[in-house]
């Protein structure tokens, strides 16, 4: 059983991503989704194995996400010391992310080929897909990634596509 707040045709997740309902024939569904790299990467075969990922891109206005530390990852005796400590790394490690995305954006213009840039890129950086596939094929989706809800991110993604699967449902019923 999957949880949705209200069926709708567009979710928001994270600070910048978002599922969006393109095209439904009543069978067919095309979805626009962005969502950190690092997301992606952990639903890429699940999506592939059942549906088409085309028009892959990096979000523009460039964004990276990143899961924020909490006190329970941090050493214990390091927390004795600095209660705050999980909150001031979190800060440097934004930071950094934020200086790594300038730099790209500086290399990536004088390149002649900019995708040669992409390395350099943060792994939480947002790309954005299209995505198509049956309407039915949307549960076997949710079912593989339940599996995977340890995965920085699965879980939020997993809410927003049932979120949208509820609303497809919901037209289909009328």
């Not at 599922?19 to 989704?33: P, R, T, W, Y």
């Not at 490690?93 to 002649?112: G, Q, R």
């Amino acid at each position: 059983m999957f949880l949705v707040s209200k069926p709708n045709d567009f979710v928001k997740f994270f600070e910048f991503g978002e599922i969006k309902l393109l095209d439904n024939d009543g069978q067919n569904v095309a979805l626009f989704m962005k969502m950190p790299f690092c997301v992606l990467q952990n639903i890429i075969l699940q999506l592939t194995k059942i549906g088409i990922v085309d028009n892959t891109s990096i979000s523009n206005p460039i964004a990276v996400w990143f899961p924020k530390l909490k006190p329970n990852q941090i050493n214990s005796l390091i927390i004795n010391k600095m209660e705050n400590m999980h909150e001031e790394i979190s800060k440097i490690i934004e930071k950094n992310l934020y200086d790594s995305l300038h730099l790209f954006s500086e290399i990536s213009s004088i390149l002649v080929n900019p995708i040669d840039a992409f390395p350099m890129l943060p792994i939480g950086i947002y790309v954005e897909i299209t995505y198509r596939c049956k309407i039915q094929n949307i549960i076997n989706i949710l079912e593989e990634t339940e599996k995977m809800v340890n995965s920085a991110g699965v879980s939020d993604f997993r809410f927003a596509l049932a979120t949208i699967l509820a609303y497809l449902l919901k037209m289909e019923n009328k």
